[in-house]
Nanobody, 127 residues
Framework: QVQLVESGGGSVQAGGSLRLSCAAS????????MGWFRQAPGKAREGVAAEYTGVGSTYYADSVKGRFTISRDNAKNTLYLQMNSLKPEDTAMYYC????????????????????WGQGTQVTVSS
């Protein structure tokens, strides 16, 4: 049974940084998507950053390129999202997601590519 547990959210002023963590238990798949999504109030959930595990390919939404970095510590089975230069529009609930079915790397920023989700961690950026 795959379990994803996020942590690291909080409140920060614009321009600040946060690092989110996603502890993944029961998930050791390679060549599958694993990523971060976010959902702001009244908006659809959107893919923020993802990686194609075991290959090293990473993908980012245009809105976060150059500011966010996804990485993984295989020894700890933990996925990270380093968020720098945060903006008020980054305010959202952030979710970690993982897939064990394998739809290919081109789908890694799409919600439909994932079948495991964490409970989310709130990020609030004030101006």
């Amino acid at each position: 049974q795959v379990q994803l547990v996020e942590s690291g959210g909080g409140s920060v002023q614009a321009g600040g940084s946060l690092r989110l963590s996603c502890a993944a238990s029961g998930y050791t798949y390679s060549r599958k998507c694993m990523g971060w999504f976010r959902q702001a109030p009244g908006k659809a959930r959107e893919g923020v950053a993802a990686e194609y595990t075991g290959v090293g390919s990473t993908y980012y939404a245009d809105s976060v390129k150059g500011r966010f970095t996804i990485s993984r510590d295989n020894a700890k089975n933990t996925l990270y999202l380093q968020m720098n230069s945060l903006k008020p529009e980054d305010t959202a609930m952030y979710y970690c997601a993982a897939d064990d079915r394998g739809y290919g790397s081109s789908r890694c920023l799409f919600e439909s590519a994932y079948n495991y989700w964490g409970q989310g961690t709130q990020v609030t950026v004030s101006s």
